[in-house]
């Protein structure tokens, strides 16, 4: 319902909001339900199992650390799918696109000469992961508004294409002998939680959440208060009404999947910048692809995907907790658990909403 002046009434607003809001919440509830009848298969008290869970995670510095550092990663692949989502394109390419965004970085790195001031070096070594996440990412969207080819099969291929060239590069020329990986960075790096706060001592944690939490900001701004976000969400709702409308559906495509390749590039500061200070090969490997999940639970808003990242990331950490009481494997099934539920009970919630709507009407 609209209002005179074209603005939502505050039920409408109300009711959005909640179908929003709701679906994850639902499907974390399920989640729990599910995963007592599991614990309790094992033999073990669910309350202690989520009590030792949340201990080794949110209730210390170290698996605090730990889960700040793994859901780094997973928001920006996150954002990189809620990115393309919101255009209406499927993109599963984030796990090539992460790792290039990474390669470049390191090859940043490498290339400026020692003592490069931070200031300098930090900024160019994030661009060339966007820059190298970008293009890999701007590929299959060209592919898509000029031949009209599935986004999803390119990036599917390219995941391959890409991840062997890069494997061969490193192996052929840039590995340090023994191993897998490039030298150590000349400049570049982040810091360490651990640098300023020593109670993080032995936690990957580092600065690269911060450029997580930036790269949510930008994306909200982005999608919400410009015009170029204005059409990509014209497009991913309805692109014949958005081309009527005047909007370049290709170069929107183009521009949606350039801009979600260079956020997945950005998840590749976390190891290289910030943990390692090198690129190794399988360096996050399914990360990208556990970005889907992160952006389905988050409901492809930057905001929802921050939450989503840290709930994985909580669930990955803690299942080292539990590993004595039950077996690791079950934190996998419940992040199954989760994803499935918040598909299924998206259109569910919707229906209850809309007949309680109708009810009160």
Request: proline letters at 4%; one cysteine or more.
């Amino acid at each position: 319902m609209t209002g005179p002046a074209g603005a939502q009434s505050p039920r409408a607003d109300a009711a959005r909001w909640l179908e929003g809001v709701l679906p994850p919440f639902v499907a974390l509830l399920i989640a729990l339900l599910v995963g007592d009848v599991l614990i309790l298969v094992f033999g073990q008290a669910p309350g202690s199992v989520y009590r030792l869970l949340l201990d080794g995670t949110w209730g210390n510095a170290y698996g605090f650390g730990q889960v700040l550092y793994k859901a780094t990663t997973l928001a920006c692949t996150g954002l990189a799918f809620a990115a393309a989502a919101r255009a209406g394109l499927f993109n599963v390419g984030a796990e090539s696109q992460l790792a290039v965004g990474g390669f470049a970085a390191a090859l940043a790195g490498l290339a400026l000469p020692l003592g490069t001031p931070g200031l300098l070096a930090v900024p160019v070594c994030v661009l060339a992961s966007m820059v190298g996440g970008g293009l890999v990412g701007a590929l299959p969207g060209w592919l898509r508004a000029r031949f009209g080819a599935s986004e999803v099969i390119v990036t599917i291929m390219l995941n391959f294409v890409v991840l062997a060239a890069l494997n061969y590069v490193v192996a052929a020329h840039l590995h340090v002998p023994e191993t897998l990986h490039t030298p150590d960075m000349h400049a570049g790096t982040l810091p360490r939680l651990s640098d300023v706060w020593a109670v993080f001592h032995g936690s990957a944690a580092n600065a690269a959440f911060v450029v997580a939490l930036l790269a949510a900001a930008a994306l909200w701004w982005i999608l919400f208060r410009t015009r170029a976000g204005y059409e990509l969400r014209a497009v991913g709702l309805q692109p014949e009404a958005a081309e009527y409308g005047g909007v370049h559906v290709g170069r929107v495509w183009v521009g949606a999947m350039a801009l979600s390749g260079a956020l997945a590039g950005l998840g590749g500061l976390n190891y290289v910048l910030g943990y390692k200070h090198y690129y190794e090969e399988g360096f996050a490997t399914g990360s990208g692809f556990l970005g889907i999940a992160v952006a389905l639970v988050g409901r492809n808003h930057p905001a929802g995907v921050l939450l989503a990242a840290l709930l994985f990331a909580t669930l990955s950490q803690g299942g080292l907790a539990v590993n004595a009481l039950v077996p690791k494997q079950m934190v996998d099934v419940l992040q199954a658990v989760v994803i499935l539920a918040v598909v299924t009970s998206v259109p569910e919630v919707r229906r209850v909403l809309r007949s309680a709507s109708r009810v009160r009407a």
